[in-house]
């Protein structure tokens, strides 16, 4: 690999021209204790938004542990995953998820084919890692 940014809980491959962000785990405000609300849509909006003007991807991949929840996917979760999506996509950029070890519901939400690893151009390969 000839060149990696860190930035954002996120890492840009630059010969590769990609994007990796990994254990977005949406659907945690909705399963969690805490008392004070948890704007994970937002949050997760921004900084995808802040990283895409930065480093200007061509290629976003989602590597894993997308959502939380093993067993439900909490209200709202199934929008957040398509606008995620939608908006990479509208953007002209490559959008790809990786499985994780919580995404078993992955492939009712994700608007697109989910796969267990991704090689890159470069011949980088990204997985999640549970396995």
């Given amino acids: ?14 010969a590769a021209e990609t994007l990796v962000l990994a254990d977005l785990h949406l659907g945690r405000a909705a399963t969690s204790n805490v008392s004070a609300p948890l704007d994970e849509r937002g949050d997760l909006l921004d900084r995808l938004a802040r990283l895409r003007r930065a480093f ?14 093993f067993s439900t996917v909490p209200d709202g979760v199934d929008d957040t995953v398509t606008e ?7 953007a002209g950029v490559d959008t790809v998820a990786v499985a994780g070890n ?5 492939d009712d939400v994700w608007p697109a084919g989910v ?16 396995e």
């Fill in 1 to 14: 690999m000839d060149e990696f940014t860190f930035r954002d809980r996120a890492v840009y491959l630059e």
């Fill in 56 to 69: 200007d991807p061509s290629t976003i991949v989602f590597a894993g542990d997308i959502l939380h929840s």
């Fill in 84 to 90: 995620l999506y939608d908006r990479c996509v509208d």
């Fill in 102 to 106: 919580h995404d078993r519901l992955l």
């Fill in 115 to 130: 796969e267990s690893a991704v090689k890159l151009d470069d011949g980088t390969v990204i997985c999640h890692g549970h």
